[in-house]
């Protein structure tokens, strides 16, 4: 039989048992049986411009929001699969906001294998700007360095950062600006031995903190380390873990290590984290039922699903869906993100949208 694209010539006797309960727990940890009970905004439209996903954002205390747009992942849906990635930017503070591409320039970058994912930015004692976005040519992995120019509406390519400890990058936050925490999703580049990695729930994927000088994995563990955040006051490192559906707090030490603090549970496949400057709450994009999002099926879409956490260092944090829905109207949500009673909402490969609270 396959399953997330995996073949099996198992012996019927002798191991049926075994792949029966390995099915169970691939389909678990998919929460493949959920069903989205809808929980509607009466705000919403869908972005102009934002086709084929924006499956990372950030946005800056000035309102302006990066969005990282057409990502072409391994087993995932893309509606542009031969386009390469782009860099989009939206001011908050406009009253019909829409999203501007960001020419991208510099001597070294090759913008035709520019695959975007995960994005940070850092903004340095002299309020440059720098964007480091985590990207895929080739399907390899790297971290791209940014400098941000507002006045051009441009970005300013200034590095590439690989290194052997980042092979399979999925999300980063950034500490400095060539330093920051970064999630690998798998332990295995292979794409055969990624795909069974997935499929027996091996958890080998990892934490990773880089700067120039000092490489090093900091956590490990995760059945698919995805989003990463930090606290306002740069106490606290979150988490996510896609597939145990779980959100885990970190405490960050001055040499950079991490020491497990506590876990939250989702029901849900938690996707992304930004953290609100002002209260500190966390907004996770979510999708309930994962199965979709790698079995794409245009009839039966996958839903999207906003948490927000508040509270998330108490004994009882309050966890609260802003928003669910089935498919009718995002394809598979990743990110969410508030600024002054605004939400923006992203997704792997299809829309966004921009809510007023």
Known sequence: MAILGISSSLHPLTDGLSLTLLCHSVLARMNASREVKSVELPNCKLIKGIETGAEDLEILPNGLAFFSAGLRYPGVKSFEPDKPGKILLMDMNEEDPTVLELKMTGSNFDASSFNPHGISTFTDEDNTVYLLVVSHPDFKSTVELFKFQEEEKSLLHLKTIRHELLPNLNDLVAVGREH????????????????????????????????????RVVASGFDFANGISMSPDRKYVYIAELLAHKIHVYEKHANWT???????????????????????????????????????????????????????????????????EDGKVLHGSTVASVYKGKMLVGTVFQKALYCEL
């Open 180 to 215: 920051f925490y970064a999630t690998n999703d798998h332990y295995f580049v292979d794409q055969y031995l990624r795909s069974w990695e997935l499929y027996l729930g091996l958890a080998w994927s990892n934490v990773v903190y880089y700067s120039p000088d000092d490489v």
């Open 258 to 324: 991490l020491t497990p603090l506590k876990s939250l549970d989702c029901d849900t496949l938690v996707d992304n984290i930004s953290v609100d400057p002002v209260t500190g709450d966390l907004w996770v994009g979510c999708h309930p039922n994962g199965m979709k999002i790698f079995s794409y099926d245009p009839e039966n879409p996958p839903g999207s699903e906003v948490l927000q956490i508040q509270n998330i260092l108490a004994e009882d944090p309050k966890v609260t869906v802003v928003y669910a």
